[in-house]
């Protein structure tokens, strides 16, 4: 079940946590700008109605118990790797997006980089090159419902002596 | 100078890419909105804003009860709220009972008033120990519970989103809520910290 060492033994980029001062203050920022774009995507959609956050929720907890971390993987960079697993499952359910055409895209943006000469912005260029995506699905969905009646904790830990007076 | 390109980002990222792209080119999404949404959450949301709510809660005994009573308009009457912060609980922590939050399906979180979850609260191992052993996950945090005091180990979910609210420190009496906003940390406010002592 749950590993042995300490929480924070797990990963690297959270040792500054347990010691630094700052870190309590604020709260961390996006590592990488594909993070804060798959996060902000999947705000955005759920925000235009096409799917609730419970139900991004549901897909996000199930990715989580299905895709595992690479070995040697930070927690951050397994994290919105599982998002963004979550994000294509959510948009392919919903039939928004196929994967295919993901896939296409996805290595249309590449050819764009590598077409685009060093220090220049990249500009999105489709037909640079043909080649059939690699697709790939999320299997089963979960459901875990949370109807809104009082909130109890999911767990106690008692008081293992009397309180003093 | 010819053989000159731009070194592609990694392949997730590029799908993330090709998402934004053609969900812009259906008008699924309005050109924009999803770094206008960033850009709040990089600058806007923040555990500054939850400790303004703990601060008036310690200087302001009425505004302490609703907050507990109804978290959430209570919250937004200081002008926090959406972003999955529409049902908030605040619970207490006294000399009896000691909180703590955690998401065990993924990392709900309190956003208008925390902001981003740190790292540590998107991992398996804290999502799974702290509701197994939370004596001894709050320990490896440097918090140590004594004996004498219960804890509550709360999961947020979609719809209920948890803040703790920390126990005000010692030598405080008379201070302004700016004062003592400074002394809240996050992570007295997810209950895996207490908050600065008075100077």
Redo the contacts between chains.
Sequence with gaps: ???TG???D??P??IE??GGQS????????V???H??????S???S??G?F???E???T??TV?RNVPPWPGED??SV???QW?TA??TI?LQKG??GAD??????????KS????????P?E?TRGLEERIGEGGDEGHHHH?H?D?RR?E????????????G | MSHSHTKPPVPVALRVKAIETLLTEKGVLGTGVVDAIVDVFEHELGPKNGAKVVAKAWADPEYKSWLLKDGTAAIESLGFSGFQGEYMVVVENTREVHNVVVCTLCSCYPWPVLGLPPNWYKTAPYRSRVVLNPRSVLAEFDLHIPDDVEVRVWDSTSDVRYLVLPERPAGTDGWSEEQLAALVTRDSMIGTGICRLAA
């Design positions: 079940m749950a590993g300490s929480l924070f797990f990963d980029l959270s946590i347990a870190d309590h203050v604020d709260a961390p920022k996006f990488q700008p594909w804060a774009q798959a996060f902000g995507t705000m955005a959609l925000r235009a096409l609730t956050w419970a991004w929720v549901e996000f907890s989580i927690s951050n994290y919105y790797r963004e994000l294509e948009l928004i997006l055409e993901i896939s296409q895209a996805a290595e249309d943006w590449r980089y590598l077409a685009t000469p060093h220090g220049q990249v999105f875990h949370h809104g909130p904790p999911i767990a106690v830990s008692p008081a293992r002596i009397a309180a003093a």
